[in-house]
């Protein structure tokens, strides 16, 4: 990270609470969304909510997951608004439930035009207690830190003059003036809420639902990222979920430490400046003016997206999705916006992130789901030595030493897997 600048504060967790954290969040954050897209051309918006209501089967409530995911379908001013369930972070089953709302909505020819957005809401809909404040603080100030590149990386224009929607649905005037290194978030809470420039709901980064008690604390915990421009790709919605989860657990880890500060003075004058390039009022309908975003300015975009991503390997690392931080770097490298700039269709573009991905199975096969099977139920067990193990495993799975080594090594890559002394076997670690 360049110019890494951390304020110290008194209510800095110690190791064992950010750890607790850690685990807690993870647990229990939910990520949903709201999908907004337009009809085909020359049929009515109302016939268009109606047959996305049969394709996709909205449940009606949050409590119900549905067959789809899909909570319900409302008219929005671009078309229709999709609200999509949020559900435990595991990357292939969101992955899925995504290929199938989008699988049928291309089905329908619905269009990502300019008026569409895509709205993250972070949620945890079970924690009983309140989140300390300095994590909202650090999540806070990385969103500020990196916002042009996070407008970056979720750009969905179709032309170099018109890469993002415009400022009005997503703006930063509010957020870059306003710093958890001279307020509390309570108070930038209720400056953004007051605001006669920026609608409360239209911020970069929403506040508005969440709650605070005297102390500070966060509860209830609910974050809207409102910048992302519509994303017909399951794939792409999917790893810009899991963006959002590995950018809180990030600060929960920087809240050891202090508040990360947006960086030295002129430095933040140009990520402001960037930023303005590509989220303003200025292009025609309702897109930004990204005619100033130069090459020479995509690849500053993309230098510091790698080093946001750089910055979160660990959290990709430590939550097993590292798939999605493949997908992630083509993103960084060339998000929607330029792949549809260079021609690629919607189907095209899925295609291409879906192959960054780990393939379905982890390439699992039958051999390998009979050597877990065995060390899951201990039939190898009370051995005297690794290779009397090995000797057995070999022997009964039919397969060569050197085989043998290579299967193991990759179920050790899955899993997690040690030798233990005690049960005289090779086991699990999760």
């Not at 003036?177 to 001279?182: K, N, T």
């Not at 959002?244 to 990030?250: G, N, R, S, V």
């Not at 030595?385 to 090594?409: M, Y």
Request: charge should be negative; hydrophobic fraction near 40%.
């Amino acid at each position: 990270m360049k110019d890494p600048i951390v304020l110290r504060r008194d209510d800095t967790l110690t190791f064992s609470q950010v750890n607790y954290w850690k685990d807690l969040l993870y647990r229990v954050i939910k990520i949903g969304t709201e999908i907004e897209v337009a009809p085909p051309k020359k049929l009515e918006r109302k016939e268009f909510e109606d047959l996305a209501i049969k394709a996709l089967v909205p449940s009606g409530t949050y409590e119900n997951l549905g067959l789809y995911g899909v909570v319900d379908i409302k008219p929005e001013h671009c078309g229709i608004e999709i609200r999509v369930n949020g559900r435990q972070p595991y990357f292939r089953s969101i992955q899925e439930q995504y290929q199938g709302i989008m699988s049928r909505l291309l089905e329908l020819g619905a269009r990502a035009r300019s008026t569409c957005g895509l709205h993250f809401h972070l949620l945890t809909p079970s924690l009983a207690e309140p989140v300390p404040e300095i994590i909202l603080a650090n999540l806070w100030n990385l969103v500020r830190r990196y916002s042009p590149e996070l407008r970056f990386i979720t750009s969905g224009g179709a032309t170099r003059s018109a890469l993002c929607r415009r400022r009005n649905y997503t703006s930063h005037i509010e957020m870059v003036r306003h710093s958890p290194i001279h307020m509390t978030m309570a108070q930038i809470q209720q400056e953004l809420h007051r605001s006669s420039i920026v609608p409360e709901h239209q911020n970069f980064l929403n506040l508005q639902h969440l709650g605070f008690n005297e102390n500070g604390g966060v509860q209830p915990f609910h974050l809207e990222f409102r910048f992302a421009d519509c994303d017909l790709s399951a794939t792409s919605i999917t790893a810009k979920t899991f963006l959002f989860l590995a950018l809180t657990l990030k600060s929960i880890d920087l809240s050891q430490y202090g508040v990360i500060h947006v960086g030295k003075v002129n430095t933040w004058r140009r990520k402001v400046e960037l930023l303005g390039m590509l989220n303003n009022n200025d292009g025609e309908l309702a897109t930004s003016d990204t005619r100033a975003v130069t090459d020479d300015v995509i690849a500053e975009l993309r230098q510091g997206s790698h080093e946001m991503l750089d910055l979160m390997t660990p959290t990709f690392e430590r939550i097993d999705a590292n798939e999605v931080l493949e997908v992630l770097e083509l993103l960084a490298e060339t998000p929607i916006s330029l792949l549809r700039c260079a021609g690629y269709d919607w189907t095209d573009i899925e295609h291409l992130l879906a192959s960054r991905a780990t393939p379905d199975d982890f390439g699992v096969d039958e051999i390998d789901r009979r050597l877990m099977q065995r060390i899951e139920l201990g039939e190898w067990s009370r051995l005297i030595s690794v290779e009397e193990w090995k000797w057995r495993a070999a022997t009964e799975l039919f397969l060569t030493p050197q085989e043998l080594d290579r299967r193991i090594e990759k179920v050790k890559n899955l899993r997690g897997l040690h030798w233990s002394e005690h049960q005289g076997t090779y086991v699990f670690d999760s």
